[in-house]
């Protein structure tokens, strides 16, 4: 043990991807190179602009050590756009790749495609998929049930900080040592010490850990927010939908994530103990990992869809000018879901061996979530039923998704019946149908929600014409880059495919990869429509706040919202409040008596305990102990000295609640009241004339 | 939307999109033709079938799909026809914003979903007992023995009353029953044969089965679907369905060779690698595959782990 | 802000919040509501790993078993320690709800802590002899589930312990202020969940253990 060998543990030149690209320059090696160059000069372009421009400290007062809500909600997804960038360039390296390698070995090494796929799963569930939901959810359930924050708001700044933390560990493993080469869910005993050494399946687990862990502690933010935090008169039955799905999405969080934490627990004894959970000799047992993970596994599917569910009946509602249809049949089904989610997780693995008996009773189990989803769809398309639809943005990814969305259900119910999934389990067919499920019922409900509600978060309306490039690129490019797959898969073509063997297979790679670009495209409109709304911001403010005509709390205070939310918290008597408030002439008045509100301090401790904790991760990696021990006490002793901290809380006087009171309602009296067919015009200011 | 806006975007898209007409149309054209004669490919998977199991497997999911298509079919309709129909922009079409329930619908899109799949679910448990990859194909045709061990990156067949074993090649008598054990020698695999049946996991210090048969002489092929590392894609091997007589001259043919699978020879097989021919052992070693079940020998792919990490 | 008066009023058996005003009742309703939703994800976590116990119940792998690893008579002295130290934790808890004073509240954390600590030590020292006697957590599937089960219960005692002592200074520091009462209860929900906890290793893993 020399002091070099204490200080790095496993850490080597030979750890970096640049060293290895050097001494053995093949393309494979050249693109980690390249990609691994692209991180760390990113980063540091990155922290070279904001120092250059002297916004560290903006940066840091007004953003990183927010507690407010709504900025954690937007730094999440902002923290997950950064990392969709990266998984959906993976995913076209891999679909090049496999156009290329028909029966040639094609760009990147065996190993090098194992770690795309492995991160590119990785990110987009723990780090786009999860991360994009969160921020959603963080910045618009208080909002719609009347809460000045969520309950405990510390603790939310912890939960994102430790996300990231999760995103650096995963950046840091395009430049220093391999990723996992085990898939996004890493089954032993493949990822055990006697098969993969490396510091692969570590980098997986503990980056894993961090999510789930931030995951946890959301979810149980959520569930304390919405069950205590609403405001008065908003009962359940008056929740707005996107709130449900937010409650059952935060259930799952809390009774999900801990079989994830145990799967990765114990993988960890394995590898780092020396325990025989999972591996081959004394007593192992692999089958434990698999429950285990999918336990966790099929949850997170709905942990993933349910919020996009509940973006799509706000979205339908407000662009079809009318009531949403079937609320009850809404909050019932998505209960339905959410319990029945717990109770399919073996179709998972149905090749294991079980009994027909068993898989018959999973196979059924996993049929009846066909039913509240049906009903959800037809709800949808019962809104839009004697109503006057506006074909948004929003609107166009809905109706997408409506379509495709049931293929996948299509497709789920094959997958479902167990004998047909004998023949397509493993294959490109099973990655064409969650990816099916997850594009339309993740992505595209993202899209919508982040159109229709940025207006309210940054005040001006997104371009409307670049979202329907990104439109003709996101849904095409979707058909183009999956139809293909199932088609291989029922040719039986395994998924994680690096080199194909049949020349007949070569249309549909193609194709693959064209619709691959086209998804990469897609991603690059919604960055111009990003760039082009910022530019022309001054011709689309909407002061006001409700650009939409919408129907929820969330669009009764101005854009961009105080930081307390609501000047007087609303009293709700029925569904959709803000729509009665604005028919019965009651929205847009002044509070008889304004009252001091608090709000929580800036803290640094998030951050703190978040970067501790991924300092702790990242030693036990690299087996740098000293750093694992250092990280966790830093984490530790920050929460501790936090506990010490009395003020912690911040007072706004009552006057000047009710002077930004007045300002706003004097904006909206100025205002021009537009009716609906003008609402993509310059004239739109946020006002709504309503139009019954 | 007003007429003008909506004027503005068709302005705004369509100019580049009337330049890129010509373009897209003939590029389709082309991809359609090449896709069309990609559908070949499909003979290669299990709608290719080439055995009971397979055959019955296929027959369920027309069956299955022609379901989910009549269940789907109202939905790809009704969502573009019931959103065009009520666009703003058509002021014919009747506006009732306050409209938000209606028992008959409610009774449409909870009964009739319901009922589609308690009639699936019959199918279901009805298919997946007659399907359970356990159960013998004929109860009165004694199934031909197959032990498959998976390695890393490839099959080991032994043929236990034959005495012989195959690496990569499974050659097995056509019309005759089929009855595979599988244990894994390294890690969690699994054994498909698109055209032949579905497949099962094989995991090490166990044992699954499965039960299949070929219908017709022919050459098909096998995989494993589990990635397992570097050589995962090589891992392909070939079913050769031979008459009966043939199966035998084969048997006896391959007793000749004097290659012995023993635990040395399995010590070797077992190490990490790619073959690039089919090997054929002459003699096995009886109770060789309950030892690599109970783990008596000890894989070459450790020796070959410790040898990396004593030099790295 | 107008509520319904019709509401229950809000209560909370350890603390005496009727004077406090309105937000301060409801924080402190959320906040002990929150940390019940934790304990019940935590409470997964353990059932999860009683089920992969149970799971690996024989896979011994030719290794030491409960029958000749597992003291009846330390168990029990662990599990009579523990309840003990619950006991103490009720009479904190007691203290607080009747204010007797920081001194009563001192003296009985200082109860539980030392109860729980010879809980640890105890505990301790039977892990160690396991080890001696060669049954490591290495050594089978077996020995690996019941180390990590029993274990992770041990780490929990260890964070309640930690925080106990937390909980001293903070009581020294601020007096028993609004979040020091509001974490007092939250240690002891912990606290009294451990019991739980406890009890189910001690009939699940020792008495099943030991009968056969």
Redesign the interface.
Known sequence: MTFWHILLGRLTWDSLVFVEAWRNPTISEIIGGLAGGVAVLGAALLFGLITILGRWRYLWTVWLTSLDHKKIGIMYMVFAVIMLCRALIEAVLMRTQQAIAINNPGLV???HF?QLFSTHGTIMVFFVGMPLLTGLMNFVMPLQIGSRDV??PYMNSISLWLTVGGGIMMMASLVVGKFS???WSG????TEL??N?GVGPDYWIWAVSLSSLGA?MT???F??TV???RS??MRWMRLPLFTWTTLCTAILM??A???L??AT??LA??RY?????F??????????FVN?FW?FGHPEVYILILPAFGVYSEVVSAF??????????LVIATMVIAILSFTVWLHH?F???Q???V??FF??AT??I??PT??K???W????????????TS?LFS?AF??TF??G??TG??L????????????LFLVAHFHNMLIPGTLYGVIAGYYYWFPKAFGFRLS??WG??AF?CWVPGFYLAFM?LY??????V?????????P?????V??AEIGALLLLAGLASLFIQLYVSIRQRHTTRVPVGDPWDARGLEWSMSAPPPEYNFA??P?VSRRDPFHWQKINNGAYKPADHY?DI?VPKNSMCGVLIGLGMTACFTGLVWHMWWLAVCGFTFSLGTA?AR??M?DVRRTIPAAEVEAQHRRWLETTAAALPIP??????PENEGLAKWQ? | MSKTSTGLITRAVGSPIRRLRKGVTMGLTVMAAGLLSGCSVLSRGFLGAAGPVAAAERHEFYLVGAVMLLVIGPVLLLTPLIAWHYRLANTKSAFRPQWGFSWILEGLIWIPPTIIVIVLAVFLVDDTVRLDPYRPLSPGLSPLQVQAVSLDWKWLFIYPDQHIASVNQLILPAGRPVHVSLTSGTVMQSLLMPQLAGQILAMAGMTTQLNFAISQPGTYWGENAQYNGAGFDKQKFQVLGVNPVDFNRWVASSRQTPRLLDDAAYRTLSRESVLSQPVTFGSVEPGLFAKIVHQAIRPGYLRQHEDANSHG | MARLTTEPELRHAGLNLADDPREVREQVESDVFGFWVFLMSDAVMFALLFAVYGTMRHATAGGPGPEQEFKFHSAFWETALLLTSSFAYGMVSLSMKHARGQLWLALWLGITFCLGAGFLKMEIHDFLTMFHDGATPERSGYLSSFFVLVGMHGFHVLSGLTWILLMGVQLAVFGPDDRVKVNLIRLGLFWHFLDLIWVVIFSVVYLEGLSL
């Open positions: 090494a065996p190993d194992a309950a405990f080469t085990g898939g089954y032993p005993p493949y006697a098969f050494g946890m979810g149980i933010n569930a304390v069950y205590k935090f008065p008169g809390i009774f994530m801990p079989p934490t145990v627990l114990l004894a394995d103990l020396g325990m025989h959970f591996t081959n000799d004394l007593g192992g047992n692999v089958m434990n285990l336990l079809s000018s009318k009531e949403l249809y079937g609320y009850t049949s693995f090749t294991m061996g009994s027909a008996g898989n018959s196979g059924i049929m009846l066909g039913i049906g009903v769809i037809y709800d398309i019962w809104t839009m039923f004697w109503g006057e639809v506006r074909f948004s609107m109706i409506m379509i049931v293929i259900g299509m119910i094959i479902a019946t167990p004998p047909l999934d004998y023949l397509v389990h493993n294959t409307e014409k329907r490039i003709v293909p088609v291989m898969g029922a040719s039986g395994a998924r994680r495919t690096q080199e194909l063997f049949d007949a297979l070569r249309p549909w193609i194709a007087v918290i009293q009252r608090e501790i506990s010490f009395r609906r067919h003008l609402e993509m015009t019954g």
